[in-house]
T-cell receptor, first 112, second 115 residues
Framework: QQPVQSPQAVILREGEDAVINCSSS?????VHWYRQKHGEAPVFLMI?????EQKGHDKISASFNEKKQQSSLYLTASQLSYSGTYFC?????????????FGTGTRLLVSP | NAGVTQTPKFQVLKTGQSMTLQCAQD?????MYWYRQDPGMGLRLIYY???????DKGEVPNGYNVSRLNKREFSLRLESAAPSQTSVYFC??????????????FGDGTRLSIL
């Protein structure tokens, strides 16, 4: 079952902040976050593992609450380059490889 | 550094035709995946290969077959194409030997239209 992402779309002015949420009905072991620009392949941002990890990548960070079965992606002081569609991919178990189920995506547009 | 290479990049087929999408990775990854991406649906897993010599069905395997030819190559075959298979297909790979919980690396995609 696909994780649910919210919001479906968001428009920001450059410099504003945004939060994208990813919720699952199943217990999670890991959450992956990817960004995809129009017409391109998804690009990896970060992985969060069971244990409440919070990771950061430039001005983008994320948290993982396995009790609530959800993850949030925080985009701080957004830049034009942040525009794209963000996907979370959830992994239900600790396997050597990651068989992920992806959400339907959140479209982010950052304007000048 | 090529990463994951998919061929072809674009293809138009007629209903009932067959074709094979090719994927190769040069990162020595154990695991490979095929996804399809439709508007509003995100990425859905068609088939995957956890390691060389094994393949398994994902969420949407009907109408497709796969072959893990060797560690580098993982192909996806449409035996009798249907308009519902019009989509963008992505191949991905992950898992260097001895490591777990690694990101997936995606190819540039194949845009397939079936008339």
């Amino acid at each position: 079952q696909q994780p649910v992402q919210s919001p479906q779309a968001v428009i920001l002015r450059e410099g504003e902040d945004a939060v994208i949420n990813c919720s699952s009905s199943k217990a999670l072991y890991s959450v992956h976050w990817y960004r995809q620009k129009h017409g391109e392949a998804p690009v990896f941002l970060m992985i969060l593992l069971k244990g409440g990890e919070q990771k950061g990548h430039d001005k983008i960070s994320a948290s993982f609450n396995e009790k609530k079965q959800q993850s949030s992606l925080y985009l701080t002081a957004s830049q034009l380059s942040y525009s794209g569609t963000y996907f979370c991919g959830t992994g239900p178990m600790n396997t050597g490889f990651q068989k992920l189920v992806f959400g339907t995506g959140t479209r982010l547009l950052v304007s000048p | 550094n090529a990463g994951v290479t998919q061929t072809p990049k674009f293809q138009v087929l007629k209903t009932g035709q067959s074709m094979t999408l090719q994927c190769a990775q040069d990162m020595n990854h154990n695991s490979m995946y095929w996804y399809r991406q439709d508007p509003g649906m995100g990425l859905r897993l068609i088939y995957y290969s956890a390691s060389e010599g094994t393949t398994d069905k994902g969420e949407v395997p009907n109408g497709y077959n796969v072959s893990r030819l060797n560690k580098r190559e993982f192909s996806l075959r449409l035996e009798s194409a249907a308009p519902s298979q019009t989509s963008v297909y992505f191949c991905a790979s992950s898992q260097p030997p001895g490591q777990i919980n690694q990101p997936q690396h995606f190819g540039d995609g194949t845009r397939l239209s079936i008339l």
